[in-house]
């Protein structure tokens, strides 16, 4: 079994990020939690940036224009917390 799931909070009544936790089938007494990737807008000020932050690591990405890094933002956040394409509420993010 997989999929996302949020942590609503620990005894202190923090609340963390998403994750995906999955539980093997060939080993069902194990749980993996893995950290789900967090999509943000990137310090420099520059509205063409924007950052991916994943298991410990930083990526900035810089788009051509704000439009694009939008749709790129937006893109990477859907693929973060398992959307699946065929929600026509959604749209569609492809040229």
Known sequence: MG???Q???????????RGWCV????DPLVLYIY????????PQGDPRVFQ??????????KADTE???GRWA???????SGW????????DLSD
């Open 3 to 5: 999929s996302f799931l």
């Open 52 to 61: 991916l932050q994943q298991s410990g690591q930083l990526y900035t990405f």
């Open 35 to 42: 950290a789900a990737p967090q999509v943000t807008t990137g």
């Open 74 to 80: 937006k893109a990477m956040e859907r693929a973060a």
């Open 84 to 91: 699946s394409p065929g929600d026509p509420e959604d749209g």
């Open 23 to 26: 539980i093997p089938r060939d």
């Open 67 to 69: 439009e694009l890094c």
């Open 7 to 17: 942590l609503v909070g620990d005894k202190w009544g923090k609340s963390s990020t």
